[in-house]
């Protein structure tokens, strides 16, 4: 796209609109940016837009930003926001950030989206392929301004969420990852064929020299590449185009229950990859610590299926599987006082990911911590894995009354109201060292903002806590 004279407005001045402002401007386009912020909030934002000379309001969204040609929206704003709305009944092109850098980059995209472990798979899928890869999007960095930072010949290998995945239009993925589908963001998108609806544009534009990886034990990834075979994925929100794919791109699986049709899969304590041939072993599945739990071992056969089509030799993909340390907030170790371990699995904000920490340290003594802003989920599946595998459940937040009913419908864990994330530490390393050891797991399966300003901060506090009991 050509966006010299363009207008553009930009909603939002957190870093991912900062960073499409300048972008935008370096190529000639007319920006205005719009946050519902206030002007003492955003002045150390507002400041830089002022160097690019680009024209910006706060204290909300205007109709000036409906004199534009295109909009671009931050993951933070939602397509339902009813200027957005408005907007696109009066045919205004309406795009997020990923659209953009997708255009402006040179380099062909390996995407990951799902609902847990796309950090981790987009993570190992980087380092697997070395020098070919530069890694942004989701993770933390904004895709726009990584882009030009690819390598000649190589891959951005970026994270997305399904925010970002509102507003592609275009956006065509060279190799495409769904690691699964479970509940969440339901405070966002009014129920879970939504939320599939807007992972599904992932795929939608894709070709037939493209290639698209599932989960095959994962039943709404497996209906993902069922309706993706069929021409039948989702539409999307009335005002944005259908984005039905036109052709069917190569499709690979994989599995941790045994061997696939074409993909990579998990058998003998080995992780093997096949591709129209005889299944060759991959990698031995050992010695990899920081790789804890078995939804990390599927974690490592998306990786592996999309290296593996990459020509990446098997040694390479070992190299990144025995190198990988847990990112921060999410089962990360942070110490061990007593032969108690404190791990940090702030990031698991929803019910499936916090099934899958504890199963990862259900042999032991284990404290789980969980609570905070309640997102609506049916707690009724945690409840039964908490009351079957937990000793001790310390709730802190809001939803704790939810937590806590539904463990009591399975019996099991003690359970105990913490005043403070503080409290619910000191008691879990207290209980565990009355026993000779365990985890105190943080893993709350709900957002942190009625206590905690993100959960990056929970998480710090976290670790401050456990590192500082003597």
Not at 241 to 251: V, W
Not at 310 to 332: F, Q, S, T
């Amino acid at each position: 796209m050509n966006y010299k004279d363009r207008r553009i407005a930009i909603l939002g001045m957190g870093k991912s609109g900062l960073a499409l402002a300048e972008e935008l401007s370096r190529r000639g386009a007319k920006v205005f940016v719009s946050d519902a912020g206030s002007a003492e909030q955003l002045k150390e934002a507002a400041a830089r837009l002022e160097k690019l000379g680009a024209d910006y309001e706060t204290g909300g969204h205007s109709d000036r930003v409906l004199d534009n040609e295109i909009i671009v929206i931050s993951p933070g704003v939602s397509v339902r926001h009813p200027l957005i709305q408005k907007a696109l009944a009066q045919g205004i092109k309406v795009l997020g950030e990923v659209e953009i850098a997708w255009d402006l980059s040179e380099a062909p995209f390996i995407a990951v989206t799902g609902t847990n472990g796309k950090s981790t798979t987009v993570t190992l899928i980087d380092r697997m392929l070395g020098s070919k890869s530069i890694l942004a999007g989701n993770i933390g960095v904004p895709l726009v301004s990584e882009v030009g930072r690819a390598p000649a010949g190589g891959f951005v290998t970026a994270e997305i969420s399904s925010f970002q995945l509102e507003a592609v239009d275009k956006f065509r993925p060279h190799i495409a990852v769904l690691t699964n589908i479970t509940p969440d963001h339901l405070d966002r998108h009014p129920d879970l064929e939504e939320y599939f609806a807007a992972k599904a544009r992932l795929f939608a534009r894709m070709q037939s020299s493209d290639l698209a990886i599932f989960s095959a034990d994962d039943p709404e990834a497996a209906r993902m590449c069922a309706l993706l075979r069929e021409h039948k994925l989702p539409a999307w929100l009335p005002g944005f185009e259908e984005a039905h794919n036109r052709e069917i791109p190569q499709i690979m699986t994989f599995s941790v229950k045994g061997p696939v049709e074409r993909g990579a899969w998990y058998a003998d304590g080995t992780l093997w990859y096949r591709d129209g041939a005889e299944p060759v072993p991959v990698v031995k599945w050992e010695g990899f610590a920081g790789l804890p739990g078995p939804h990390n071992i599927a974690n490592a056969l998306a990786a592996a299926a999309a290296a593996k089509y990459l020509h990446v030799d098997n040694g390479a993909i070992k190299a990144a599987l025995a190198a990988h340390k847990p990112l921060h907030y999410r089962m990360e170790k942070v110490c061990t006082r007593r032969n108690v371990q404190f791990v940090n699995d702030s990031k698991a904000t929803n019910v499936s990911s916090v099934i899958a920490a504890i199963d990862a340290y259900k042999d032991g003594f284990l404290a789980l911590i969980a609570g905070g802003k309640d997102k609506g989920f049916d707690f009724d599946p945690l409840g039964r894995h908490i009351a079957a595998h937990c000793d001790l459940l310390l709730l802190i937040g809001e939803a704790g009354d939810r937590l806590e009913a539904a463990v009591k419908k399975f019996g099991g864990a003690r359970i105990y109201r913490a005043a403070s994330l503080k409290e619910a530490v000191e008691i879990g390393y207290k209980e565990a060292a009355e026993r000779g050891g365990g985890t105190v797991l943080l893993s709350p399966a709900c957002s942190s903002f009625d206590m905690f300003k993100n959960a990056e901060e929970r998480g710090r506090l976290f670790s401050e806590y456990a590192e500082g009991i003597s």
